[in-house]
């Protein structure tokens, strides 16, 4: 199993919001800037950086999609 999103790569990034939520958050545009080892669970993870904001976060791949 490998990542399939590079570094420096834009991608957009769906937040989960709390469960019960009414509206639901428009993806957001962030930058892979690591690559995580694949842990216990088997998910890639990715460190990613918003580009609008100055936010860090570490997000699993099924949250991510290319940026169009």
């Not at 842990?39 to 609008?52: A, M, N, T, V």
């Amino acid at each position: 199993m490998s990542h399939a999103y590079a570094l420096n790569e834009d991608v957009l990034h769906r937040g989960q919001g709390p469960q019960g939520r009414v509206t639901v958050e428009q993806p957001k545009v962030y930058t892979i800037i690591q690559r995580l080892p694949i842990e216990s669970d088997g998910r890639l993870r990715y460190r990613i950086r918003s580009k609008l904001e100055n936010i860090e976060r570490v997000a699993t791949e099924d949250q991510l999609s290319y940026c169009m």
